[in-house]
């Protein structure tokens, strides 16, 4: 199974300040329809998980532009520009290219 | 709009069978896979496999197979997930999720104690 290895797994962040979360997989997650299936999910307290990111860099609608999604190889990234009180949570990162779909540890972000 | 709402908590005593339905409106049920992930308590999310709503068929996660059982009524476009011979480890949050995990449903506690 890919494993895919987040860091940190705790992120203290100061309002208005960015943040970086790092999601390394363990093997390349290009499928061979030329797409990449990493997944970015936030999980408020109390609340389901919430997509923002897929295939590596695209935002979900409603999802504030101060997220965003990168790669280099196998190291995925999920950036905030600038937190905001209501980035408080835990966010996963996942990937879909190969079964089984496999998610990361999650990073909680707490101010 | 899309929405997908799943039944209520459940208490089971180990050894026990537990079926979790996810009722979806608001799209073509038929049209996207429906996963299922759980997440147990203060731990993080965990895949347990998928259902074609079309044709039925289904991927468990190897962890699972054997004990799980992935189905689907498409008149009333619900999915439905039974997890059997329970253990007090199963006690978790059952999630389904559509497709590309766009929408998610709001989770079915299901505690397992004696």
Redesign the interface.
């Known amino acids: 199974d890919v494993v895919m290895t987040q860091s940190p797994l705790s992120l203290p962040v100061t309002l208005g300040q960015p943040a970086s979360i790092s999601c390394r997989s363990s093997q390349s997650l290009v499928h061979s329809d030329g797409n990449t299936y990493v997944n970015w999910f936030q999980q408020r307290p109390g609340q389901s998980p919430r997509r923002l990111i897929y295939e590596v860099s695209n935002r979900d609608s409603g999802v504030p532009d101060r997220f965003s999604g990168s790669e280099s190889g196998t190291d995925f990234t999920l950036k905030i520009s600038r937190v905001e009180a209501e980035d408080v949570g835990v966010y996963y990162c996942m990937q879909g290219t190969h079964w089984p779909w496999t998610f990361g540890q999650g990073t909680k972000v707490e101010i | 709009q899309v929405q997908l709402v799943q039944s209520g908590a459940e208490v089971k005593k180990p050894g026990a069978s537990m079926k979790v339905s996810c009722k979806t409106s608001g799209y073509s049920f038929t049209g996207y896979f429906m996963?299922w992930?759980r997440q147990a308590p203060g731990q993080?999310?965990?895949?347990m496999g998928w259902i074609n709503p079309n044709s039925g068929g289904t991927?468990y996660?190897?962890k699972f197979q054997g004990r799980v059982t992935m189905t689907r009524d498409t008149s009333i476009s619900t999915a439905y997930m039974e997890l059997s011979r329970l253990r007090s480890d199963d006690t978790a949050i059952y999630?389904c999720?559509r497709g590309?995990?766009?929408y998610?449903?709001?989770?079915t506690l299901v505690t397992v104690s004696s």
């Open positions: 996963h992930v993080g999310l965990e895949w991927s996660a190897q999630y999720a590309d995990f766009d998610w449903g709001q989770g």
